[in-house]
């Protein structure tokens, strides 16, 4: 099983960032998907989630209306979009997948991260 993520980068204030997880090993389709952020210094928090056949969406209020995320079931992707980026938005982002039954605060799978950071 793997999940891995690309897309991160150095960008200014304002500026934006596509996000990309690639899934194997396990039924994508089958599996709720978050993407997760872990700042300097700080614990970690969901940034949003969306559900096994993309209907439905959540988002942390701290990236609402400048985050989109997204998935598509056939090539095993989850996007997030990330616009007008803002300086606090700096961290590591990691997906994460879930099974339904899996108890909640729990996680299936990992990636290994990708560091965004915005700074001028």
């Known amino acids: 099983v793997q999940l891995v993520e690309s897309g991160g980068g150095l960008v200014q204030p304002g500026g934006s960032l596509r996000l990309s997880c690639t899934g194997s090993g396990f039924i994508f389709s089958s599996y709720w998907m978050y993407w997760m952020r872990q700042a300097p210094g700080k614990g970690l928090e969901w940034v949003s989630y969306?559900?096994?056949?993309?209907?439905?969406?959540y988002y942390a209020d701290s990236v609402k209306g400048r985050f989109t995320i997204s998935r598509d079931n056939a090539k095993n992707t989850l996007l997030l979009q990330m616009n007008s980026l803002k300086p606090e938005d700096t961290a590591l982002y990691y997906c994460a997948s879930k099974e339904p039954s899996t108890p909640i605060d729990e996680y299936d799978y990992w990636g290994q991260g990708t560091q965004v950071t915005v700074s001028s």
């Open positions: 969306i559900n096994p056949d993309g209907g439905s969406t």
